[in-house]
């Protein structure tokens, strides 16, 4: 027996050069190199957010009650009735309540595919989805994570407009060990403008496609900005990574949370476009941030690959969420109050938006950009200091907490993020968190 275990042990190259590599690598160590070494320590947004806690408020000094926050990554109006109502009759019919706690098809349930495809329809003009073309997924940070795995080799490039969604980051090292982060520049540090000489950014993505770039990822509306690129940019970044065989892969995690006019790509169909990809996920404009259910569209292709990882990662989307999201866009849809909904949440974030805008403007004067939907938006630190002690100062001195922009990418080296979205029915807290900055700065200068 011991004779042919070590017959077999020579004869499996693969051991061998795994005992051999393992050798020449030998180090002391408890956990996986990615876990020990690339995401080593707290990222800077984990870092602010500690410090923001009630136990580190009060070791400041400081009264938790009295802090006024503008770092919440989150909306804050209520849900509609109608959705709680969806999630009642399931719980108060026995039949319904256990077929929620049977495992869906790892694709996602049928019925909600198909609610979804009626809702981007009636909404967005969106009219050549299928419902093949959806799979559900637990939210947009886990759909992220598994396009990537689906769409590249770990190694390939992947590559992000400067500043980006901060979670990006962390979740490429996860999902693709060894690939590199190439930025699209679209924020001017000094000037504070955004995608102003867009040819020059799309030029520079072009020569991230000769160079191996495999997908190209922007939120829409934008986590920090808030901005909404042109349908021009839009249009010739999809061109650019179609021609490369790469993705444009659209994040649509505020994409009902629009301003002005509805952006034409939010019509778009990878039915039509068979390398672009879009997230959307219910956190944001259901204000369901915990109720953890997202979507994918996507080419047959692609479907096929997620529903791959699905597999291994979820097994079955969550089916109390995807039967209660189908009822009610069902329900909402043929009643006409899913329209009057969304229209009054997004009046109400353009709303606080402007109410932060006006406060930044008359009591700041910095510069800032006007946000074009979404939750957010990004101003440079006075005279340019690093941000994070300037932050650090400004929650000890005033009781108000912004984010730093490290960690959005190079061009918010020296910046910060303000959200006014916790603070949406909150209006008079944003004009004192704003006035309370306006009064530090008078002091130290
Ligand atoms: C751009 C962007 N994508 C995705 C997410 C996370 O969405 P989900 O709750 O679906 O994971 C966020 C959250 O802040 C975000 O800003």
Same mark, same amino acid.
């Given at each position: 027996?011991?004779?042919?275990?070590?017959?077999?042990?020579?004869?499996? $190259?693969?051991?061998?050069?795994?005992?051999?590599?393992?050798?020449?690598?030998?180090?002391?160590?408890?956990?996986?190199?990615?876990?020990?070494?690339?995401?080593?320590?707290?990222?800077?947004?984990?870092?602010?957010?500690?410090?923001?806690?009630?136990?580190?408020?009060?070791?400041?000094?400081?009264?938790?009650?009295?802090?006024?926050?503008?770092?919440?990554?989150?909306?804050?109006?209520?849900?509609?009735?109608?959705?709680?109502?969806?999630?009642?009759?399931?719980?108060?019919?026995?039949?319904?309540?256990?077929?929620?706690?049977?495992?869906?098809?790892?694709?996602?349930?049928?019925?909600?595919?198909?609610?979804?495809?009626?809702?981007?329809?009636?909404?967005?003009?969106?009219?050549?989805?299928?419902?093949?073309?959806?799979?559900?997924?637990?939210?947009?940070?886990?759909?992220?994570?598994?396009?990537?795995?689906?769409?590249?080799?770990?190694?390939?490039?992947?590559?992000?407009?400067?500043?980006?969604?901060?979670?990006?980051?962390?979740?490429?090292?996860?999902?693709?060990?060894?690939?590199?982060?190439?930025?699209?520049?679209?924020?001017?540090?000094?000037?504070?403008?955004?995608?102003?000489?867009?040819?020059?950014?799309?030029?520079?993505?072009?020569?991230?496609?000769?160079?191996?770039?495999?997908?190209?990822?922007?939120?829409?509306?934008?986590?920090? $900005?808030?901005?909404?690129?042109?349908?021009?940019?839009?249009?010739?970044?999809?061109?650019?990574?179609?021609?490369?065989?790469?993705?444009?892969?659209?994040?649509?995690?505020?994409?009902?949370?629009?301003?002005?006019?509805?952006?034409?790509?939010?019509?778009?169909?990878?039915?039509?476009?068979?390398?672009?990809?879009?997230?959307?996920?219910?956190?944001?404009?259901?204000?369901?941030?915990?109720?953890?259910?997202?979507?994918?569209?996507?080419?047959?292709?692609?479907?096929?690959?997620?529903?791959?990882?699905?597999?291994?990662?979820?097994?079955?989307?969550?089916?109390?969420?995807?039967?209660?999201?189908?009822?009610?866009?069902?329900?909402?849809?043929?009643?006409?109050?899913?329209?009057?909904?969304?229209?009054?949440?997004?009046?109400?974030?353009?709303?606080?938006?402007?109410?932060?805008?006006?406060?930044?403007?008359?009591?700041?004067?910095?510069?800032?950009?006007?946000?074009?939907?979404?939750?957010?938006?990004?101003?440079?630190?006075?005279?340019?200091?690093?941000?994070?002690?300037?932050?650090?100062?400004?929650?000890?001195?005033?009781?108000?907490?912004?984010?730093?922009?490290?960690?959005?990418?190079?061009?918010?080296?020296?910046?910060?993020?303000?959200?006014?979205?916790?603070?949406?029915?909150?209006?008079?807290?944003?004009?004192?968190?704003?006035?309370?900055?306006?009064?530090?700065?008078?002091?130290?200068?």
């Amino acid at each position: 027996m011991k004779d042919f275990l070590k017959e077999t042990l020579k004869k499996d $190259t693969s051991l061998l050069q795994y005992m051999d590599s393992s050798r020449k690598q030998k180090r002391k160590r408890h956990l996986s190199r990615l876990v020990e070494q690339e995401l080593h320590g707290l990222s800077p947004i984990q870092t602010i957010m500690k410090m923001a806690e009630h136990q580190a408020i009060r070791k400041m000094g400081l009264n938790p009650e009295e802090v006024i926050s503008f770092g919440g990554g989150w909306c804050n109006h209520t849900a509609p009735e109608a959705l709680r109502n969806a999630y009642q009759t399931i719980l108060n019919d026995a039949t319904l309540f256990h077929q929620s706690g049977r495992y869906s098809p790892i694709i996602g349930d049928s019925s909600c595919r198909e609610q979804i495809c009626h809702f981007e329809d009636a909404f967005y003009n969106l009219t050549s989805l299928e419902s093949e073309n959806i799979l559900l997924g637990h939210s947009s940070t886990q759909l992220f994570h598994d396009v990537l795995r689906v769409v590249c080799d770990p190694g390939e490039p992947v590559g992000f407009l400067d500043p980006t969604y901060a979670n990006y980051l962390n979740a490429v090292k996860c999902a693709l060990p060894g690939s590199p982060i190439w930025f699209v520049p679209a924020l001017h540090p000094q000037k504070w403008t955004y995608l102003k000489t867009p040819d020059e950014s799309l030029e520079i993505l072009k020569q991230y496609c000769e160079k191996g770039l495999r997908v190209f990822a922007i939120p829409v509306p934008d986590n920090p $900005t808030s901005q909404i690129p042109s349908e021009e940019f839009l249009k010739s970044a999809l061109e650019i990574m179609t021609d490369a065989n790469g993705y444009l892969l659209l994040d649509h995690a505020y994409k009902a949370l629009w301003f002005g006019e509805m952006p034409r790509c939010y019509s778009w169909s990878p039915v039509e476009q068979s390398h672009l990809i879009t997230l959307h996920s219910n956190s944001k404009w259901l204000s369901s941030l915990g109720r953890r259910l997202g979507w994918a569209e996507a080419h047959d292709t692609v479907i096929n690959g997620l529903e791959k990882i699905n597999e291994s990662v979820l097994l079955s989307p969550d089916s109390l969420h995807s039967m209660a999201t189908a009822r009610f866009l069902e329900q909402t849809l043929a009643d006409g109050s899913l329209k009057q909904y969304v229209n009054d949440v997004r009046r109400l974030y353009e709303k606080t938006a402007a109410v932060m805008m006006s406060s930044l403007d008359s009591c700041l004067g910095w510069k800032r950009l006007t946000p074009d939907g979404g939750l957010y938006t990004c101003c440079p630190t006075p005279h340019h200091v690093e941000p994070r002690g300037f932050v650090e100062r400004l929650l000890k001195e005033t009781g108000v907490l912004l984010i730093p922009g490290t960690g959005f990418g190079p061009s918010m080296s020296s910046g910060l993020r303000l959200s006014y979205g916790p603070l949406c029915y909150m209006h008079e807290q944003i004009i004192e968190g704003i006035e309370r900055i306006s009064h530090y700065l008078a002091k130290t200068g």
